[in-house]
Nanobody, 127 residues
Framework: QVQVEESGGRWVQPGDSLRLSCVTS????????IAWFRQAPGKEREFVAV????????VVADLAKGRFILSKDRAKNTLYLQMNNVEAEDTAVYYC????????????????????WGQGTQVTVSS
């Protein structure tokens, strides 16, 4: 019943911008803790940003601060990740993850805390 689907990944050049989308189904966006993670070849999955179920300002990883912006369109049940000034190091498969629980602070950055995952969307940054 519950599904999350990412889209928007593509090839871009260093310094470019792009926007990733995560669409939820089965229940409304506001009833999820919902986050972005990424995984590059040979590296572990890492946290990018999260919107808490309770609302408030998003929690973002250091890698995202000053460059990436998280936003919601509740009418479309969509979470966006606006990626600005991308770097080669941003190359990865980007995943949307969601959980029905209002995750506590210590769980927000932990991939293992999230029940629902999308298939991932590839972002490639190169010249």
């Amino acid at each position: 019943q519950v599904q999350v689907e990412e889209s928007g990944g593509r090839w871009v050049q260093p310094g470019d911008s792009l926007r990733l989308s995560c669409v939820t189904s089965g229940r409304s966006l506001g009833t999820f803790t919902i986050a972005w993670f990424r995984q590059a070849p040979g590296k572990e999955r890492e946290f990018v940003a999260v919107a808490r179920r309770r609302g408030g300002s998003p929690v973002v990883a250091d890698l995202a601060k000053g460059r990436f912006i998280l936003s919601k369109d509740r009418a479309k049940n969509t979470l966006y990740l606006q990626m600005n000034n991308v770097e080669a190091e941003d190359t990865a498969v980007y995943y949307c993850a969601a959980d029905v629980r209002d995750l506590i602070t210590s769980e927000l950055r932990n991939a293992r805390a999230y029940e629902y995952w999308g298939q991932g969307t590839q972002v490639t940054v190169s010249s």
